[in-house]
């Protein structure tokens, strides 16, 4: 168990729709992370959270969007969502600034339909 | 982050030592050399992480050498629950960006 809780584990959807995934970090950690990871396209970095403000930027598409809270966890919302989309969606999190060693969730698995 | 290259997949047998290879020949002053494991359909788990010469814990050892342009992982002794896609990732602690390669899959059979 990394300490990293993601919810939900499983989520099917209809194209079009709007969804979010939950990602509580360790506790204090202030870095969150999130990955997409499919099939063809293996673990593709999203974005990342440090302390509530957007740290670095990775291939997000403009139909997603994240923040992370003041409690720190973080929530990745997928809007207009395409069968493309489907994939698992992994929350990393780590102590500081340092990224080198972070903990990943089990992740969410999205199935658009 | 430094480009990493390393070999898309490994087989190898149960109480065999396991040697993965990852190049990084535009390693950087202030990179670090960080391993990753990920078994199917579970998140990334951090194996170890080096700057140079030696680092060992109870999982694996990190050998890197003088001019750090490459770094081996060594899985001594694997057993079937080795099996998994494992990660070399290079670069800056300040670099907040964790960028995943293709990661080379070892399979580790009986």
């Known amino acids: 168990d990394s300490g990293v809780t993601q919810t939900p584990k499983h989520l099917i959807t209809a194209t079009g729709q709007r969804v979010t995934l939950r990602c509580s970090p360790r506790?204090?950690?202030?870095?969150v992370y999130w990955y997409q990871q499919s099939l063809d396209q293996g673990l593709q970095f999203l974005i990342q959270y440090y302390n509530g403000e957007e740290r670095a930027k990775g291939n997000i598409l403009e139909r997603f969007s994240a923040q992370q809270f003041p409690d720190l966890h973080s929530e990745l919302n997928l809007s207009s969502l395409e069968l493309g989309d489907s994939a698992l969606y992994f929350c990393a999190s780590s102590g500081g600034r340092d990224w080198t060693e972070a903990f990943f969730g089990q992740g969410t698995r999205l199935t658009v339909v | 982050l430094a480009k990493t290259t390393q070999p898309i997949s490994m087989d190898s047998y149960e109480g065999q030592e396991v040697n993965i290879t990852c190049s990084h020949n535009n390693i950087a002053t202030n990179d670090y050399i960080t391993w990753y494991q990920q078994f199917p359909s579970q998140g990334p788990r951090f194996i170890i992480q080096g700057y140079k010469t030696k680092v060992t814990n109870e999982v694996a050892s990190l050998f890197i050498p003088a001019d750090r342009k490459s770094s081996t992982l060594s899985l001594p002794r694997v057993s079937l629950s080795d099996t998994a896609v494992y990660y070399c990732l290079v670069g800056d602690k300040n670099d907040y960006k964790l960028s995943f390669g293709a990661g080379t899959t070892v399979t580790v059979r009986a």
């Open positions: 506790s204090g950690d202030l870095s």
